[in-house]
């Protein structure tokens, strides 16, 4: 069954090629420390990035602070950090008591995710 | 001592020999099992104080998640005199279906371990016989190949596969291809090996990926570098990166951006159950 995880939005098929369980754990949140628009400093998701941020690259060997809007194609981040997904979730199993199996967290939950039907019966390959 | 039994002397020399079950004596069966549809058999005999043999014969069906499953095998007072252990129904690979035959003492509470009779993997195509097999670690020899397809990531989210909870792998290649979106940064694709918080390997690929490309990334026991070749790039990986259920298979991509977007990654490795 091929699914959608509802917090990292990642899809995959619950079960492998071979036949065995897959246990989708969420990956971390790609951030990066940055100082925003009205001074204060937070640690801040990639997608969450706005143009008046101001982070530190390394600009011809040196650090240098500039803004999002201001990126050069040669700037490389600094301050990059991988952080705990929120309500990450991680479907290791994890013995509830003798006889129950649960999962070690899940998250928001998966949502069903809708594959194409195979090629109609009359099909031709070409 | 209590509840033993003298072996009459008169009794016949056991093949098996060191096996003896007295009162309240039983087999027990252990598994360790990642396969689906497994069902192992335990079946041998046992020679009676009476020096006639009886036949025994159980199954126990193994939990699929790699989690412990046991099973105790009421006998009778006697001696083993060979057992055997084998996937009577599904197709457990070496590597899966972990399993340990022991004679304990007692049957429901509190049982104690007396002996290990058998121990290694299940499989259909091959069986555990005692006497004459020697007991084996789960991580000696080969294990099972696997090709694993992990999770498809959203846009600008990192491939992340993490270790099943009681698998060991050695990662054998990874394959996933990035596309680049049309912000004009430069990014640096890093395979990072973690045991699921301390990071102890990794490399990158030496050629940054400028906008608007899809390059594909492979990892291997390359053992350098190359230059990239039609969008091709190569992540040297140590040829026996053993990793325990935690650890984790990742990238990490400087400079990755929100329209950035990993395909999932294809990855062969090598599985046992953990020791």
């Known amino acids: 069954m091929r699914v959608q995880c509802n917090t990292c939005k990642g899809e995959y098929d619950t079960v492998t090629t071979d036949g065995l369980a897959y246990y989708h754990v969420c990956p971390p949140v790609s951030a990066v420390r940055a100082t925003r628009a009205d001074g204060t400093r937070a640690i801040v998701a990639i997608d969450k990035l706005e143009p008046t941020d101001t982070i530190r690259v390394q600009r011809a060997g040196k650090p240098v602070d500039t803004t999002i809007a201001d990126l050069q194609p040669e700037d490389t981040r600094l301050d990059e950090l991988s952080v705990d997904r929120p309500q990450a979730r991680d479907e290791r199993p994890y013995r509830v008591d003798e006889k129950t199996i649960g999962m070690i967290s899940t998250g928001k939950g998966i949502t069903r995710v809708e594959t194409p039907t195979d090629a109609p019966a009359d099909a031709v390959i070409l | ?275």
Not at chain 2, 27 to 43: K, P, S
Request: glycine content about 12%; proline content about 5%.
């Open chain 2, 1 to 275: 001592m209590n509840g033993s039994v003298q072996a009459p002397a008169a009794a016949p020399a056991a093949i098996g020999g060191a096996f003896f079950l007295g009162p309240d004596t039983n087999l027990r069966i252990t598994a360790f099992n990642a396969a689906a549809g497994v069902v192992l058999t335990v079946a041998g005999q046992v020679q009676g104080l009476d020096g006639r043999v009886y036949p025994f014969v159980y199954t126990h069906t193994p939990n699929t998640d790699r989690s412990v499953s046991s099973q105790v095998l009421p006998m009778g007072i006697g001696w083993v005199l060979n057992a055997e252990i084998f996937a009577s129904t599904g197709t457990p690979r070496r590597g899966q279906c972990f399993v340990r035959l022991e004679l304990v003492q007692g049957r429901e509470g509190a049982v104690t371990s007396l002996g290990t009779i058998l121990q290694g993997y299940a499989q259909d195509t091959s069986v555990l016989a005692y006497p004459g097999f020697p007991l084996t670690q789960s991580i000696e020899g080969h294990g099972v190949l696997r090709s694993i397809t992990g999770t498809n990531p959203a846009a600008g989210v990192e491939i992340s596969e993490t270790v099943p909870t009681n698998a060991r792998w050695r990662l054998v290649s990874i394959a996933a291809a990035l596309t680049t979106d049309g912000t004009a940064v430069n990014r640096r694709p890093t395979l990072t090996i973690d045991d699921g918080a301390t990071i102890l390997y990794r490399v990158n690929s030496g050629v940054d990926q400028t906008l608007s490309l899809t390059w594909n990334y492979i990892g291997g026991a390359f053992g350098a570098k190359w230059a990239s070749f039609d969008g091709v790039q190569g992540w040297p990986i140590a040829p026996d990166l053993w990793l325990q259920g935690g650890s984790r298979i990742r990238t990490v991509t400087t400079a990755i951006v929100a329209g950035d977007d990993w395909t999932s990654p294809q990855m062969l490795v090598e599985e046992w159950i953990e020791d």
